[in-house]
């Protein structure tokens, strides 16, 4: 079974004076603006780093909640910061790294129990697997 979900992109100008917009399939992004200043500067927009942290967050939660079902665990609450790495390389701009905060309130389980939990998870989400940079992990547990 394949599930396909799209996003869309629109663009006009050059690089650092262009302008663009990006929406979703099911409308929560409708034409949001993006560009050069939203990436790079501090101007009100999205751009896609926040984009693929947002994506990555959720995907991560989703995950986790899984996996802590597959042990009859259910979170109370998973609180999930994904921050993106974008660096300046000698062959142009890559994701260089990305690191998940978690913030999790879970009752009767062990930090060491709910950390290879959550590291099941980390290597797990699908999301994970797109990214080609290193996913690093911190964890704070409260019951």
């Known amino acids: 079974m394949a599930i396909r979900k799209y996003g869309t992109a629109q663009w006009t100008g050059g690089l650092k004076d262009g302008k663009g917009n990006v929406s979703t399939e099911s409308g929560a992004l409708s034409k949001q603006p993006y560009g050069f200043n939203t990436r790079f500067e501090d101007t009100p927009g999205t751009n896609p780093e926040e984009l693929i942290g947002a994506a990555h967050a959720a995907c991560f939660a989703m995950a986790l909640s899984g996996v802590l079902g597959s042990k009859n665990i259910t979170a109370d609450l998973l609180e999930t910061k994904s921050t993106v790495t974008l ?41 994970s697997k797109l990214l080609n940079a290193p996913i690093t992990l911190e964890i704070v547990l409260e019951q």
Do not use: R, W
């Open 87 to 127: 660096e300046k390389k000698d062959d142009g701009f890559a994701v260089t790294a990305v690191h998940l905060d978690l913030h999790a309130t879970v009752q009767d389980v062990d930090f060491a129990t709910f950390s290879e939990l959550a590291n099941t998870a980390k290597t797990g989400c699908p999301i």
